[in-house]
């Protein structure tokens, strides 16, 4: 099956930019997602890209996709200290259904 | 009430009782997900019903029994637990579909702690 794999841990400066990385096993992915988590609430999804794209641009959050290297980044620029949360990566295979399969999710701590 | 919601929020239970967790969605969706949380591994999908039919079932223990009285309610049914069933058990729910983009909607899920 599927594997997603991301670290764990990420700590910025507030002002920076934060670089989430995330892998995955299955090239025959269709949509990969962002999924934000604050502190004591679910997840909820940041932002989207398709698999025939690139990149994807929305305000502050840069999505690279790299498709060879099954490679999937998430910037965000100009971090706040609103933004400390978990950051979770999930893919959605073809022929998976409405299946997701999600990473660790990665910790990033704003410093001030 | 609106967006999904789970409860209890919180559950401490020994390894012998039967508890149940709830969760309901007010957003008009078909497909509903049980997924556990735990520190340092990936979230794992436990069950999946789509249009009241369970569609998946990821190897999951027989001491987690769900149940899907309607589209709207979703149960997880807990029984003669271990303390590794420890976690943060998070319900979802999105449109049914087949496969094309799938945002899930979660609830702020139940903290369990099995003792």
């Known amino acids: 099956g599927e594997d997603v794999e991301q670290s764990l841990f990420l700590s910025v400066r507030e002002g920076d930019s934060s670089v989430i990385n995330c892998t995955y096993t299955d090239s025959s992915s269709t949509y990969l997602y962002w999924y934000k988590q604050e502190p004591g609430a679910g997840l909820q999804l940041l932002t989207y890209?398709?698999?025939?794209?690139d990149m994807k641009q929305d305000q502050r959050l840069t999505v690279l996709l790299n498709k060879k290297d099954k490679h999937l980044s998430l910037r965000i620029a100009d971090t706040q200290t609103g933004d400390s949360a978990i950051y979770f990566c999930a893919v959605q295979a073809t022929g998976g259904g409405n299946k997701l399969t999600f990473g660790t999710g990665t910790q990033l701590k704003v410093e001030l | 009430e609106t967006g999904v919601t789970q409860t209890p929020r919180h559950l401490v239970m020994g390894m012998t009782n039967k508890k149940s967790l709830k969760c309901e969605q007010h957003l008009g969706h078909n497909a509903m997900y049980w997924y556990k949380q735990s520190a340092k591994k990936p979230l794992e999908l436990m069950f999946v019903?789509?249009?009241?039919?369970?569609?998946e079932n990821n190897s999951v223990p027989s001491r987690f029994s769900p149940e899907c009285p309607n589209s709207s309610h979703l149960f997880l049914h807990l029984h003669t637990l271990q303390p590794e069933d420890s976690a943060l058990y998070l319900c979802?729910?999105?449109?049914?579909?087949?496969?094309?983009?799938?945002?899930?909607?979660f609830g702020p899920g139940t903290r369990l702690t099995v003792l």
């Open positions: 979802a729910s999105s449109p049914a579909g087949t496969g094309g983009f799938n945002e899930q909607f």
């Open positions: 890209i398709f698999s025939n794209m």
């Open positions: 019903y789509s249009l009241e039919e369970r569609v």
